[in-house]
């Protein structure tokens, strides 16, 4: 049957959902944690505590790895090193691109494969139909354990480079911060004239909702690095950036985000392209601008 003895080193949040999430889909799972007491309550729910790394290891068909960086599985691992030859190692912490290829390498040198993981949503989410996850690095692995990661969420396959998944993963996230602090930034802006953030959420949230409708054309453009948009210059937008920050710093609110987004603008204005549509900027951001 299609039933993967898991082991997941790392019980925070994510580590405990997955836990869950794999035992009531029927797989057999060890788990080891640092602070061991973190485990009780997926070992009360049927999960096999194991006592050392090389344990856990030893127990298991794929080894799962949910920590907070990359650092923590090196932490981990030096010293059970002799447990990794012919392992399947699937991590599912976030850290930087080139740390993941990095480590690609280190479980090779040791005769292990790595699969690279992004989980895309919140621990509460995990083993819903919501839930997906980005892999990057070995496809057979991915095919091969389809049924346990499955469970976790929706795979999304990006390609051998194992730094894939982490770039994806930094980007969206990037998209995710951004917006959410401008969120809080627009509300900082409106209570100064004693209007609620509730108040003010339906304007946000219809911005929030029609900026999806401006990618597909700048996506155009950025791809092409050509950018027509007279109808939304850079010298037209960058007016209204200026004016978000006046508006902001008069306020007294902090001045962090306009200024950042305001510096962009005025770049691309500086280097000739006032006239040029507003995705100009992505010459800027790119940090080849000509
Ligand atoms: P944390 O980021 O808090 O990770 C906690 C785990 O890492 C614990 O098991 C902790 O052990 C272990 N750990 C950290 N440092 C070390 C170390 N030096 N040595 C040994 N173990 C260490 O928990 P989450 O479960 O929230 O997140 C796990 C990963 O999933 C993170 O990379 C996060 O970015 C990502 N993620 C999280 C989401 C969320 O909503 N929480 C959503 C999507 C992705 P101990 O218990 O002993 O401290």
């Not at 070995?138 to 049924?147: C, G, I, M, S």
């Not at 453009?221 to 037209?236: H, I, K, L, N, T």
């Not at 691309?268 to 601008?289: C, F, I, M, N, P």
Request: a negative charge; aromatic letters at 6%.
């Amino acid at each position: 049957n299609d039933r993967t003895a898991v082991a997941m080193i790392g019980l925070g949040p994510m580590g405990q959902a997955m836990t869950r999430a794999l035992l009531a889909a029927g797989h057999p799972v060890t788990v080891w944690n640092r602070t061991a007491a973190r485990a009780d309550g997926v070992v009360a729910a049927g999960a096999a505590r194991a006592a050392t790394p090389s344990d856990a290891l030893g127990a298991a068909e794929l080894v799962v790895l949910s920590l907070t960086d990359y650092a923590a599985m090196y932490d981990i691992l030096s010293g059970h090193e002799d447990a990794l030859a012919g392992r399947t190692v699937v991590n599912l912490s976030s850290d930087t691109p080139d740390r993941t290829r990095e480590a690609a390498r280190w479980f090779t040198e040791r005769g292990a494969r790595l699969l690279v993981g992004g989980i895309m949503v919140p621990a509460e989410v995990v083993g819903t139909p919501d839930a997906f996850v980005y892999y990057s690095g070995p496809r057979e692995v991915l095919d091969a354990h389809a049924a346990a990661l499955g469970v976790i969420g929706r795979p999304e396959y990006l390609g051998a480079d194992p730094g894939l998944a982490q770039l994806y993963y930094q980007a969206v996230i990037h998209c995710f911060l951004s917006a959410l602090a401008a969120f809080l930034h627009a509300s900082a802006m409106v209570a100064t004239a004693g209007v609620s953030a509730k108040e003010f959420l339906p304007h946000a949230v219809a911005m929030a909702d029609s900026i999806s409708s401006y990618l597909p054309e700048a996506a155009g453009e950025f791809d092409a690095r050509d950018y027509p948009g007279e109808q939304a210059s850079v010298a037209m937008m960058g007016a209204g950036a200026e004016h978000v920050l006046e508006t902001s710093r008069a306020a007294g609110v902090d001045t962090t985000l306009p200024e950042a987004v305001a510096s962009l603008y005025r770049r691309a204005v500086a280097a000739g392209h006032g006239a040029r549509g507003w995705t100009v900027l992505s010459e800027v951001v790119r940090h080849d601008l000509t």
